[in-house]
């Protein structure tokens, strides 16, 4: 019986809409423990992924604010996008995803790709914020920050991965 | 009679070739002088082109040791291309210009652009030299250092468009 930690490629897609990041994750599997696998994701994503793996991963986030993925965004990946905006989309009002949502446009205008934020437990207020805020930098300065946010998400997201694979595997030893 | 400096989108297309850059520029034109237009050039380039746009700009160029430009290429910006690598071309042996080909073939598959170097009075040894020093970097970092090549290039390019018009407008008023 396999104890490690191994996913197959669609998996870590789900986490990172990269390819070569989930090429090389699976490549890399099976892992240790969850902190090992966050330290090899690290390296992939900041050493080897090329920009335009960024910007495909990038491509597989919905605007935040809206829960309709990408279409070709996974099954995954679009429920986790859902569930790490719930706080946002709980504390939203008509007016204020309205506001969010011009934002988004015009950021994606400026820059050519999503506006990336780890939403998880943040207000609507407090995305729009930093949306205003991030929104005056140089392009290539918000293309690191986004890929910094894109590592906070993948970490969640890997970490839902091996959760839930510890439970098998525990359930499976009792 | 015009007495302003000013191109149309094609030729500041010649000299970088991102769209957006070539667009923005004819906006701005005419030029009071040369060094106001570099002010204007280096201000979109780096503030407003996004990535996608200096992507595309580093796909106009042919791979360094190679006369033959992509086919989305102008005629002027490949003609220039082949001056701007006239020392490198002049002290080129057969096994170094393999060499380069074999590098630059390494490069585009880690960074996934073209290497991009201002080779202006370059040598095929100092080019190669600094392919290999900069092989080494992030893929992140790497895609600023080439942003900042291109604008040494756009600069130089910039500077025979002028003085083509310079040298026009004096003939006439002669």
Redesign the interface.
């Known amino acids: 019986m396999d104890l490690g930690l191994g996913f197959d490629e669609k998996d870590y897609l789900s986490c990172c809409g990269s390819t070569q990041f989930a090429k090389e994750m699976a490549s890399a599997s099976p892992f240790p423990s969850y902190n090992h696998a966050v330290s090899v994701a690290r390296h992939i994503w900041?050493?080897?992924?090329?920009?335009?793996?960024?910007?495909q991963a990038f491509s597989a986030h919905p605007s935040i604010g809206q829960t309709r993925a990408p279409s070709h965004a996974s099954q995954t990946s679009a429920q986790w996008s859902k569930g790490e905006q719930s706080t946002a989309l709980a504390t939203a009002t008509g007016s204020s995803l309205q506001e969010l949502a011009e934002w988004n446009a015009g950021y994606m205008q400026?820059?050519?790709?999503v506006f990336l934020i780890c939403a998880s437990g943040r207000s609507t207020e407090s995305i729009l914020a930093e949306l205003k805020k991030r929104y005056t930098n140089?392009?290539?300065v918000e293309?690191?920050i986004a890929?910094q946010e894109q590592m906070k998400i993948t970490e969640l997201r890997l970490s839902k991965l091996f959760t839930s694979k510890e439970n098998t595997l525990s359930t499976t030893d009792m």
Do not use: H, M, Q, S
């Open positions: 900041f050493n080897t992924v090329d920009v335009n793996g960024w910007l400026k820059f050519g790709f140089r392009p290539i293309f690191e890929a």
